[in-house]
């Protein structure tokens, strides 16, 4: 009965150990890991996405080093090298207080990551609606995007500014409302380095926000499997000052 | 009372006892070739060429034709023919359709015992899985470099439909199509299915579903992915007609197995088999099977709805008419969702019977295990919005579907409770099934803490549609399911043929399988954070190295499995002899002979105990 004892706790001191390594590591990696692995941001959805992936990644890390801790020590120590069918092992059937505090701790972990998550995407579009509110439309064809830009008095005489098959140009730092439809099929607007992505639907309108604060050319990419020429439908964001793009804008030739 | 069955009074069935006595798989193929051009030709002559969806109408009315000259020339509805005219089966027609005495014959027939039917289960998920994996190899070659053209892009993208199409049927029946068919019976004490002909019908409407997706491809493939969203759905070509008709023909199959198999646990238990003393692989195979009852009929509804679209002139999914391309997705991930764990339970079922037999311990937490499974279950149904949350359907939608999502980690935590609590102090026996559960292991906690980013909103904005998706339900599909699926058959070979899997092949390929899934989806996993979007056929150099390094671990995942076919295939009749109970098990299917007599039980068994008493001195087993 005591050197059972012993055993089992001698295992639960590996194990405990194991699993602080290993938790240790998965934490390093998380931490490091993650933003060298995904793209630069250009606007705080994107930096808060990130910043999600740092928070659930280390949440995560303690859960799968447990899996792996306990894996690798019966690999190493519970391992039969006899010959033939093992002997029985102990008839363990269940546990309650262990299979309570199993349930519990994943409960609160998944608790926890509900509460970051909801609260995220509550503030999510808190900076958005104000009145420097710029509206850009958005419409995906088979393949390419075109963009509308709103009139500007004093540029534009009321006449929105249409641009086909080219880039998509943004002020920095104002706030922006895609309002995204498509001509044909669908197709799914996502501009890479500022974590936003709705699909482009015919007849349909959808919307989405961003405010991009960060100067420099960031990508967009179709998501949504569009016929032959998918993996082409892809184009630039220019995000420029506000007196960069007043300018672009007002150089752009107006189409009826 | 008792049914024991008289063996010897039953002579061979000679030939010349009707027609229908020599019904085969080739009179089936003919039969469903003739259909097929008779359904044709009467749909050009009836219909209007001019007509819209013309081309539809015709390639639906001739896959139906297929089909019903499939079953016809295979068999299936002979004896309710007979029943029609007032014939009743004779007891020798039984014994036929039972396969007795017919030797590898009774292999390519419409055969009634579970257990050929679970061998022919076998057979026809190898096909599916090794022409899907080669629509994989296809599509891993196109991707090996940026702007590579291994193929042109229209057959890509049909290759994209069709090997996801593939692959899901192949492990929607890889657990439960072999083993709940050949194993459930027997181990509920059971000398066959319920319904015994509907077991039949479900193989054969299977094999019927498979040259209907195949032929897609053949008559100018689809373009939209095997989620089939509408409107690209509608513009494809009669390719996506025969796709369609090929998954209508599919969920008749899986919702009379799944009835099968729910009424066999229910209502063919033996004297003792309580519900409480089911093993584990039988409560995992019935919830699946429930699942599934819930789940198919949207898959049925949502590809006949489309072909109505396209072939009548319904504008259930097109906006412009009134309709919603939403919808499709709805009615699509309301079967796609719950599909998920149709696939996974069996496989984890089998994983926990696999686990309780080498490491000799008892399945820790049984009822806890239960419930763990039957939560998964519950919430699938509730989480299938969380596929559409960049849609731009129904944003309020999103914080509810985002709870129920992430609250599905905490029965997905029970399952990994109850494998290590098994694990724990066991005298832990590496044969070859144990691999694959420690390779399982392994890769569902990467598949599923991967799930858990993209359930979060603002994170699946970034990530959905990217081959960080991709990666994630490959470790659950390969890593998880396909590990579970190969455990099972490593464990269960010896029931089905009397020898052991050969254990040094088996090994080499869990290990190319392993390092091959490993490398192939982590480097994928890479090119989705780096914000590669899926189903590209070419792409940024950017993503150059992390594919070339996908495609060689695909490679190797394809040496894996062929190294495994050999074994398989070199086992079969030159393995190492195994006997009746090679493993020390104490559930039903190994406490009978090897190979598994007709009707499976001299007398049936009466239960005392659960299978689960390793470690316990009892005298009864």
């Known amino acids: 009965m005591t050197s059972e004892k012993t055993t089992t706790s001698r295992a639960i001191v590996t194990i405990g150990i194991l699993w602080v390594l290993l938790t240790a590591a998965g934490v390093l990696v998380s931490i490091y890991a993650t933003p060298w692995l995904m793209p630069e941001s250009a606007s705080n959805t994107m930096h808060m996405g990130i910043l999600t992936m740092i928070i659930f990644s280390v949440a995560a890390a303690p859960v799968a080093a447990l899996v792996y801790a306990v894996v690798l020590y019966a690999l190493a120590k519970w391992r039969y090298t006899g010959e033939g069918i093992p002997p029985d092992g102990p008839s363990l059937r269940a546990n309650s207080p262990l299979t309570m505090v199993w349930i519990i701790g994943s409960t609160a972990l998944t608790l926890f990551l509900l509460v970051w998550g909801l609260s995220l995407l509550a ?121 960069a793009f007043s300018n672009w804008l007002a150089a752009q030739p107006k189409h009826f | 009372m008792t049914s024991t069955i008289e063996h010897s009074t039953v002579s061979a069935p000679a030939l010349g006892g009707g027609i229908y006595r020599r019904l085969n798989f080739g009179t089936a193929l003919i039969a469903g070739v003739v259909f097929a051009v008779i359904a044709w030709w009467i749909a050009h002559s009836l219909l209007d060429s001019d007509g819209r969806g013309f081309s539809d109408q015709v390639m639906v009315i001739t896959a139906v034709g297929w089909v019903v000259g499939f079953e016809l020339g295979i068999g299936a509805f002979t004896s309710i023919g007979k ?248 009615l699509f991930w309301l079967m796609g969702h719950p599909e998920v764990y149709v696939i996974l339970l069996p496989a984890v079922g089998a994983l926990l019977e696999i686990t309780t037999v ?109 081959m960080f998706v991709v990666a994630h339900f490959h470790y659950v599909f390969v890593g998880s399911v396909l590990f579970g699926a190969i455990g099972a058959l490593c464990f269960w070979y010896p029931k089905v043929t009397g020898r052991f899997l050969d254990e040094r092949m088996g090994k080499i390929s869990f290990w190319l399988v392993f390092i091959g899934t490993n490398v192939t989806f982590l480097a994928m996993f890479v090119s989705g954070l780096r914000g590669m979007p899926r189903r590209y056929s070419s792409y940024s150099s950017i993503f150059e190295h992390t594919n070339a390094v996908s495609t060689i671990g695909a490679y190797v995942i394809m040496a894996g499995m062929l190294v495994l076919l050999g074994a398989v295939i070199s086992s079969w009749n030159k393995g190492e002899p195994s006997g009746p109970n090679p493993w020390g098990s104490k559930t039903l299917e190994w406490l009978v002979p090897t190979p598994v007599p007709l009707e499976n039980f001299e007398v049936l068994p009466v239960i005392t105990e659960d299978p689960y008493t390793y470690g316990e001195a009892r005298t009864n087993s």
Request: proline share 4%.
């Open chain 2, 83 to 330: 029943w029609f005219t007032g014939r009743d089966q004779t007891h020798a027609d039984e014994m036929y359709l039972a396969g007795k005495d017919a030797g590898q014959a009774r292999y390519w027939r419409f055969t009634t015992d579970h257990k050929v039917v679970g061998v022919q289960y076998i057979v026809v998920t190898m096909i599916l899985l090794g022409a899907g994996g080669l629509l994989a190899m296809g599509i891993r070659t196109n991707l090996l470099s940026p702007g590579n053209h291994f193929v042109n892009q229209q057959i890509y993208n049909s290759f994209l439909s069709v090997h996801g199409m593939l692959m899901i049927l192949a492990l929607i029946v890889a657990v439960a199509g072999p083993w709940a068919n050949f194993v459930v019976p027997i181990m509920v004490g059971a000398r066959d299915m319920a319904f015994p002909r509907l077991n039949a019908l479900s193989l054969w409407t299977l094999v019927a579903a498979i040259p209907l997706l195949l032929g897609s491809l053949a008559v100018g493939g689809n373009d939209m992915g095997w989620v089939t969203q509408a409107p690209i759905s509608n513009q494809s070509g009669v390719g996506f007609d025969l796709f369609a008709m090929a998954i209508i023909t599919f969920t008749v199959s899986t919702t009379v197995a799944g009835v099968n198999t729910i009424c066999t646990v229910l209502t063919m238990r033996t004297k003792g088999m309580t519900l409480e003393r089911l093993p584990i692989f039988v409560w995992a195979s019935s919830i699946a099977a429930a699942l599934g009852l819930y789940a198919f009929p949207f898959f049925l509804v949502v590809m006949s709805l489309n072909i109505s679209d396209r072939m009548n002139g319904t504008s259930f999914f097109i906006a412009s008419e009134g309709g919603t391309g939403w919808l499709q997705e709805n």
């Open chain 2, 358 to 466: 080498f490491a000799r311990k008892p399945l820790f937490s049984y009822r806890t295990s239960i419930a763990g499974m039957a939560g998964l279950a519950g919430l699938s149904v509730l989480v299938w919005a969380h596929h559409m949350f960049t849609t731009g359907w129904a944003p309020a939608l999103g914080g509810p579907f985002m709870v129920t999502t992430e609250m599905i980690s905490i029965p997905t935590g029970i399952i990994f409770l109850v494998l290590l609590g098994t694990l724990w102090r066991g005298n832990i026996w590496m044969r070859l099934p144990m691999y694959w559960v420690f390779g399982f292991i392994s890769n569902f906690i990467v598949g599923g803490i991967t799930g858990i980013y993209l359930s979060d909103i603002p994170v699946d904005n970034q990530m959905h549609g990217t």
């Open chain 1, 123 to 243: 503030s999510d579009n808190s900076g958005q609606g104000g009145a420097n509110e710029m509206t850009v439309n958005v419409t995906g064809q088979q393949w390419l995007w075109s963009f509308q830009y709103p009139s500007t008095a004093s540029t534009q005489n009321g006449t929105p500014v249409s641009v086909s098959n080219e880039d998509l140009y943004l002020p920095v730092n104002t706030p922006i409302k895609f309002n995204v439809t498509s001509k044909d099929v669908d197709h799914g607007f996502w501009i890479v380095q500022m974590g936003i992505k709705i699909n482009a639907i015919p007849d349909t309108i959808t919307t989405t926000e961003v405010t991009p604060n960060k100067l420099g050319d960031y990508d967009i990419r179709c998501t949504e499997i569009c016929g032959l020429n998918h993996s082409y439908m892809t184009t630039k964001v220019h995000v420029l000052t506000e007196k």
